[in-house]
């Protein structure tokens, strides 16, 4: 079973940070760019950031400079790091591996439930 878990949501008051998770199993990611997206009521889902098997990162405009995308090989896990956080990141976030070769499938984890606020 191929399975990506996310995990470190929660509750956060503006300008604080949160660390979150996503932990892969069934499969070797480390080949896979990996992406974070995030979902809020009533909105369109969005790219938040990307990494490349090579570490290389794209964020969106929103974020830069407040969030960092990393990934531990060993571990099999991509983590976003959230900091100055604003009510306005306040959505569920889901993290994708996106497939190598067309014939390859790309999975979605389940989300995790980001909240910013006083």
């Known amino acids: 079973q191929v399975q990506l878990v996310e995990s470190g949501g929660g509750l956060v008051q503006p300008g604080g940070s949160l660390r979150l998770a996503c932990a892969a199993s069934?499969?070797?990611?480390?080949?896979?760019?990996m992406g974070w997206y995030r979902q809020a009521p009533g909105k369109q889902r969005e790219l938040v950031a990307t990494?490349?098997?090579?570490?290389?990162?794209n964020y969106a405009d929103s974020v830069k400079g407040r969030f960092t995308i990393s990934r531990d090989n060993a571990k099999n896990t991509v983590y976003l790091q959230m900091n100055s956080l604003k009510p306005e990141d306040t959505a569920i976030y889901t993290c994708?591996?996106?497939?190598?070769?067309?014939?390859?499938?790309?999975?979605w984890g389940q989300g995790t439930q980001v909240t910013v606020s006083s």
């Open positions: 069934g499969s070797d990611f480390s080949r896979n760019t």
């Open positions: 994708k591996a996106n497939r190598v070769r067309w014939y390859e499938y790309d999975y």
């Open positions: 990494i490349t098997s090579g570490s290389y990162t």
